[in-house]
Each structure stands twice: as C-alpha cells, then as structure tokens.
C-alpha cells in the first residue's frame, strides 16, 4: 500500500483536480445540513445523543411515547428549514451533468427542496408515517393533527427546545403524552425512518449501489460514515477502483479508503466544486 493510499488528506484544489471531468455519485449525511440549522450526531461541536433504536420503539410503550412527544414538536422545525449553499451546489451540479444524483443519510428532503431530482433517501423521510401492521403510509401532516386533538397545547407548551437530529426535540415531561394508532387497523405508527438496529430496505441499497457504479468516482460530503449503511458504499467505490473524496469536518470511518479527504465544511466546499468543475 502506497503512502499516498496511507495519508490520503489533501487540499481544496487536490479535490478539483481529481473530480474534473468525472461524473460523480455523492454520499451525504447530516454536515450537509448543519448550515440549515438540523444539528448532526457526530460532528466535532456535537454534544452526546443517544437516538432511539428500533428494537425500543416498538417493545417499550413508554420509549415509544417519549419519541412521539418529543417528534411532535421537532418535526415542525425540520419542515421550516431551508437548504443551504451546499444543498442548492449539489443541485446546480445534477442539473449541469456533472453529479448523477445524490445518496444520502438524512430524511429532512433538503436535498429536494434544492432542486436536487435523483435522491435516494437511504434512512427515509420525515414527511411520512408507516403503519407497522398494515404498512399504509399517510402524511406526517395528517398525523400532526390528531396527535394536536389527543394533546391540545402540548407542543406549545415545551415550543422553547433543543432540537435535536431526525426531526426530533429534546423535551422531558412526557409521561402524560397520548399516542395515536393507525386510523385503519389501530396498529403502532412509527415514522417512515430507517432507526437504529434496523435494516436499510434492500431495493434502496441495490439503487444507492447501481448510482455508485454508474458513476467515474464517489465523494462523500458531511458524514463521518460510523455506521454501515453509508460505509459500504465507500468500500464499494474503493474495491472497484473508483477515486472516492471525503469532505468532512473531522476523520471518518472511511478515510483509509478515499483517494483524497479534506477537512472541511461541506457548504463552501460543494459551492467552490460547483462554480469550478
């Protein structure tokens, strides 16, 4: 193994010169949407969270309700976000040729609010809720309000929050939350998000894979690639021989694969690659 593949950090123009001419398949996670104020998990300035699995949500009532509470008041923030520099570059880059389409952790659809036209939401989106039981799939507007007419006030009452990552917020006093059930079967509601300890739907990641091979190279932008879903996709790139750039604030998971990393926020980064690819 060469020093190079060793000590792959780099530059700004060392980025550039690897990705001009390429046609590129982009990884994203949350440092993309830092900018728009939805904070990351993992990033350098991150205090510790510890996100809900799966196996909690549905096997504990009281895990449950603790989330829908606190999803009630988080998810009106995510929807008032707006993108920001490096969402609308991703955009003008699709639009342009040179970016295939985007793979990206995050569920806030801030990539599509961008203009961005082939996303492939790995983790899902908040917008949407899934019944467990029946698996019919409503609105999270439709949901909002009757979780509104079960708790009258309730969001008002705790609106001064932390916001937390997954169109969630960091509220305490739950116990008194009443959670609604499907409207159809009366089966359990769980937000339409890839949790924790649960699987990324197989159709999703042959699509993600399809994007990454039918692109010349694979640049990831704001993840630090700690869990698997994103992390084979950057060895895939690797194993086949693609260039693959990291463009990260902080070391990832995935740097000893990368062709070139830098340390960097993802907005002026994405906004430097847009104007100069």
Same mark, same amino acid.
């Given at each position: ?29 949350a ?6 104020? /939805? ?8 205090p ?13 009532? $009281?895990?449950? $309700? ?13 929807? $008032? ?14 639009h ?6 985007? /793979? ?5 659809? !801030? ?13 899902? $989106? ?5 019944c !467990? ?45 009443v ?9 359990? !509601?769980?937000p339409?998000i ?10 999703r ?7 990454v ?9 704001? +993840?630090? !690639?700690?869990?698997? +879903? ?13 260039p693959?750039?990291i ?9 000893r694969?990368a062709?070139?990393?830098l ?5 002026e ?9």
């Amino acid at each position: 193994m060469s020093d190079a593949v060793l000590d792959p950090a780099g530059t700004l123009p060392d980025v550039v010169d690897l990705l001009r001419g390429r046609r590129l398949a982009v990884l994203t996670g949350a440092g993309v949407s830092t900018d728009s104020g /939805i904070p990351d998990y993992r990033g350098p300035d991150s205090p510790p969270r510890t996100p809900m699995t799966f196996q909690q949500f549905t096997g504990d009532e $009281r895990f449950r $309700r603790h989330y829908w509470a606190r999803n009630h008041v988080g998810w009106r923030h995510v929807g $008032r976000t707006q993108p920001n520099a490096g969402h609308r570059a991703l955009a003008e880059m699709e639009h342009a040729g040179t970016v295939l389409g985007v /793979i990206t952790q995050n569920v806030d659809l !801030l990539h599509e609010a961008a203009g961005s036209r082939n996303v492939i939401d790995l983790h899902g $989106r908040y917008d949407r809720v899934v019944c !467990l039981n029946c698996h019919r799939v409503i609105p999270r507007t439709e949901l909002a309000q009757r979780l509104e007419d079960l708790n009258p006030h309730f969001a008002d009452e705790v609106a001064d929050v932390e916001i937390a990552p997954d169109a969630d917020a960091v509220v305490e006093r739950t116990s008194h939350f009443v959670v609604a059930g499907c409207a159809v079967c009366g089966g359990m !509601l769980k937000p339409d998000i890839v949790y924790f300890g649960e699987t990324v739907p197989r159709e999703r990641v042959e699509r993600a894979y399809a994007m990454v091979d039918d692109g010349d190279a694979l640049l990831v932008a704001g +993840s630090s !690639l700690q869990v698997q +879903s994103g992390l084979r996709f950057v060895r895939h790139a690797a194993q086949t021989g693609k260039p693959v750039v990291i463009v990260n604030r902080g070391t990832t998971r995935g740097d000893r694969h990368a062709t070139v990393t830098l340390h960097a926020g993802t907005s002026e980064t994405l906004t430097t690659l847009a104007a100069t690819l």
